[in-house]
Nanobody, 114 residues
Framework: QVHLVESGGDLVQAGGSLRLSCGSS????????MGWYRQAPMKQRELVAS???????HYADSVKGRFTISRDNANNMMYLQMNNLKPEDTAVYYC????????WGQGTQVTVSS
């Protein structure tokens, strides 16, 4: 398990952009799967995007074409670039690493106003 810390959440108008960052206390090079999840009020946590060590990515249909996930293994960082934000993107965003047990950050709030 690794300690993850997210940052970059903010209040933004619809159509705006944000870049979320996730830093790890330990090396992530050996961790294959990492991803971003989000949880809106009264809703279940859902996968937003994931990325493998080799850089293979997967996106939820709702964010395809708007969000881009990336990782910097050398600096133990993962990012989520979010463009053309919509009010329905409002949620707490969590960083996850596929370790055993699974590693989670504390979350960062993203609020998109209409």
């Amino acid at each position: 398990q690794v300690h993850l810390v997210e940052s970059g959440g903010d209040l933004v108008q619809a159509g705006g952009s944000l870049r979320l960052s996730c830093g790890s206390s330990e090396g992530i090079f050996s961790i294959d799967g990492m991803g971003w999840y989000r949880q809106a009020p009264m809703k279940q946590r859902e996968l937003v995007a994931s990325i493998t060590r080799a850089g293979r990515t997967h996106y939820a249909d709702s964010v395809k074409g708007r969000f881009t996930i990336s990782r910097d293994n050398a600096n133990n960082m993962m990012y989520l670039q979010m463009n053309n934000l919509k009010p329905e993107d409002t949620a707490v965003y969590y960083c996850n690493a596929n370790t055993y047990p699974s590693s989670w950050g504390q979350g960062t709030q993203v609020t998109v106003s209409s």
